[in-house]
C-alpha cells in the first residue's frame, strides 16, 4: 500500500511543487527582522523514496529564537498596548475595522502558496486545505460584521435612576496567542482575529507544524496594523514562552491544545487573577449508536467524524459505542466504508487519508493498538493499522472496552475505536466519568430515546449532536467545552466578548453634564464616547 502512497519527487504535479523556504526574518514591533542565527528545519509528513528508503522531505526552516527575541517581543506588544493609551487601543472601531479589512485583501493575494504549504506541512488534502483557507477568510469577515453590529447596539446612550452612560466593550491587553498544528491557520485565526479587532495587541506563538503556511502572511500583518500591535514567536515553546507568563505581563492566553500544557502556562503567570484564559483543550468525543438508528446515517456520519483529515481534530469521534443488538451489522458496514477511503498524497484527487506531521504518532498508534489487541480486541479491517514512514492505515479496533488506553485516552489518529454496549446508561456513565466534556453525537430514530440522552448529555457536553458528527462549525454557534475540554467560548459573536471588558462612561444628569457629553460627541473628540453608526 504505503508503495502506491509515496512516490518518485518526478512524478509530482508542477502545480504542487513548491520550492524549500528558509525564512530568515520574523515580525518584531511592525518590521521584519533579519534572523542570521540557529534554525529549525520543517520537513514534510510526504516521503520521497532515496537510496535510504522514505525520508521526509525537506520544505524549509524558520528561525529558532530564544528567550531574548520573545522578551522583544513581550516588550513590543506591551509597549504598542501601552497601558491602553497606544494607537491601536484607542483607534476607533470603525478604524480597526478599516485595518481588518486590508489585512483580509494582503491575505488573499497570498491564497495559493499558502494552500500548498498547508498540504506539504501538515498532510492535509487538497480539498480540506483549500477550505481551511476560505473559511478563515470568511470568518474574518464575518467577525467585522459581528463587531459593526456590536458597536452599532453601543452607539447610544442609557438613562437609568438619574444617571445617563454609555456602555462599550474595551480591550483587555497583551494577548499571548498560540494555536494548533491541525488547523494551523484556521483555528489560531479564531482567537487571534477577534483579539486583535478588539484592540488588544498581540504575541502570536507559530504552530509547530504548519509553521511556514504563516510565513506569507507576515508581510500583511505589517502593512495593515500599527507597528508593535502582532508580533511573532518562533522556537520550542517550552524555552521561550516560560519567560513571558513569567513576567506577569500578558493579560489574556489563547491556546488550543492539551490541558496539561495549559495549566502548567497559567501557573507560570505571577498574578493569575489578572490573567484571562481563552482555552480549547482535550477532547474524546463519544459516538452512541442505538438499536434504533438508522446504521447507514450512523456509518457515513462516523466515518466523517472519525477520520476527516486522519482524525487530526479535537471535535472527531474518537470512540463509537454501538448497541450490542447492531454491533455485526455496524461493523461490517463501517469496515466497508472504511476501506473505502482512498489513501495517497495530499493533491491527489479523492484521497481521504494522507502521511501523518507528527514524527511520533505512528509509534504511538501502534502502542495502542498492540495495547487493545493483548486485552481482547481486534483490528477487524483490511490493512488496519499497517504502517510505514509517515504514513498509517485506518484501523477499526473491536470490541474495545474500559481496560484499553483507546477507552481513555485522546488518539488524535486514524484509529477508530468501537465499543458494544448492552445499556444506554453505559456510554452516558462513559461521559460522566471522562475528564473531557466537548461533544457527544446521537444516532437513534427513536424520539423518546432521544429525548432522554439530550437530557443525560446536555449537562456533561457543550454540544449534543442527533444524526451527525461532530463538528465545530458553523462558525456562529458557540464553540466551548465542560470539564477539562475548554475554558471560555468561541464563535464570531462570543469571541469579541471573551476578548474584551465591557466599560463604561457615566454622569448624573444634568443640564451641565449633558451639555458636556453633547459637546465631546458632536467634536468627536473621543473615540470611545461616540455615537457614530457603522455601516
Not at 500548498?116 to 492535509?124: A, N, P, T
Not at 482567537?191 to 509553521?211: D, R, S
Amino acid at each position: 500500500m504505503a508503495q502506491q502512497i509515496f512516490k518518485e519527487e518526478s512524478s509530482i504535479p508542477e502545480e504542487y511543487r513548491v520550492e524549500e523556504i528558509h525564512q530568515k526574518e520574523y515580525l518584531l514591533n511592525g518590521k521584519l527582522v533579519p534572523w542570521a542565527g540557529a534554525v529549525n528545519k520543517i520537513y514534510s509528513p510526504v516521503c520521497i523514496p532515496g537510496k535510504n528508503g522514505l525520508e521526509r522531505k525537506l520544505v524549509g526552516s524558520v528561525p529558532d529564537t530564544t528567550p531574548k527575541e520573545a522578551l522583544e517581543a513581550l516588550d513590543a506588544a506591551v509597549n504598542a498596548y501601552n497601558n491602553g493609551l497606544g494607537e491601536w487601543p484607542t483607534m476607533s472601531v470603525e478604524g480597526r475595522i478599516k485595518c481588518m479589512q486590508k489585512f483580509v485583501y494582503l491575505m488573499i493575494q497570498q491564497r495559493s502558496i499558502v494552500i500548498k504549504l498547508l498540504m506539504w506541512e501538515i498532510g492535509k488534502t487538497l480539498p480540506d486545505a483549500t477550505k481551511e483557507f476560505d473559511r478563515t477568510v470568511d470568518y474574518i469577515n464575518d467577525t467585522i460584521d459581528a463587531l459593526k453590529d456590536l458597536d452599532r447596539e453601543s452607539s447610544r446612550f442609557q438613562q437609568a435612576e438619574g444617571t445617563i452612560a454609555q456602555i462599550r466593550r474595551a480591550p483587555l491587553g497583551v494577548v499571548l496567542s498560540m494555536g494548533p498544528f491541525n488547523y494551523p491557520l484556521n483555528e489560531i485565526f479564531t482567537t487571534l482575529i477577534p483579539a486583535l479587532i478588539m484592540g488588544n495587541t498581540i504575541l502570536f506563538k507559530l504552530p509547530k507544524h504548519g509553521v511556514l503556511a504563516h510565513y506569507p502572511l507576515l508581510e500583511a500583518f505589517k502593512e495593515a496594523f500599527p507597528p508593535g500591535t502582532v508580533n511573532t514567536l518562533y522556537g520550542k515553546g517550552s524555552e521561550i514562552i516560560a519567560p513571558i507568563m513569567e513576567s506577569g505581563k500578558v493579560n489574556v492566553l489563547a491556546f488550543i491544545g492539551s490541558s496539561k500544557v495549559a495549566n502548567g502556562l497559567k501557573k507560570l503567570h505571577p498574578k493569575v487573577n489578572r490573567l484571562r484564559a481563552i482555552l480549547s483543550l482535550d477532547a474524546k468525543n463519544a459516538a452512541i449508536v442505538t438499536r434504533h438508528a438508522n446504521i447507514d446515517v450512523a456509518v457515513n456520519e462516523c466515518i466523517l467524524g472519525a477520520l476527516s483529515f486522519n482524525g487530526q481534530r479535537c471535535t472527531a469521534l474518537k470512540l463509537i459505542f454501538v448497541q450490542k443488538e447492531i454491533a455485526d451489522e455496524f461493523t461490517k458496514k463501517l469496515t466497508a466504508a472504511v476501506a473505502a477511503l482512498k489513501p495517497g498524497l495530499p493533491w491527489e484527487k479523492d484521497v481521504k487519508i494522507t502521511p501523518l506531521p507528527e514524527a511520533n504518532k505512528p509509534a504511538y498508534l501502534k502502542d495502542c493498538i498492540d495495547d487493545a489487541i493483548a486485552k481482547g480486541a481486534k483490528v477487524i479491517n483490511e490493512n488496519g493499522g499497517y504502517t510505514e514512514a509517515s504514513f498509517v492505515s485506518p484501523a477499526v479496533v473491536y470490541p474495545v472496552n474500559d481496560q484499553m488506553k483507546l477507552y481513555h485516552e485522546e488518539q488524535f489518529g486514524p484509529i477508530v475505536p468501537v465499543v458494544p454496549f448492552e445499556s444506554i446508561e453505559e456510554p452516558v456513565n462513559y461521559q460522566v466519568n471522562a475528564s473531557h466534556g466537548m461533544q457527544v453525537s446521537i444516532f437513534s430514530e427513536d424520539a423518546e430515546e432521544v429525548a432522554h440522552l439530550i437530557d443525560s448529555f446536555v449537562n456533561l457536553v457543550s454540544r449534543v449532536n442527533i444524526n451527525c458528527q461532530a463538528q465545530r462549525g458553523p462558525d456562529v454557534f458557540p464553540f466551548t467545552g465542560r470539564k477539562d475540554s475548554a475554558e471560555g467560548t468561541l464563535s464570531v459573536f462570543d469571541a469579541l466578548r471573551s476578548f474584551s471588558i465591557r466599560s463604561l462612561v457615566a454622569a448624573k444628569v444634568t443640564e451641565s453634564n449633558k451639555t458636556l457629553l453633547n459637546t465631546i460627541v458632536k467634536k468627536r473628540d473621543s473615540n470611545f464616547l461616540s455615537t457614530d453608526y457603522i455601516f
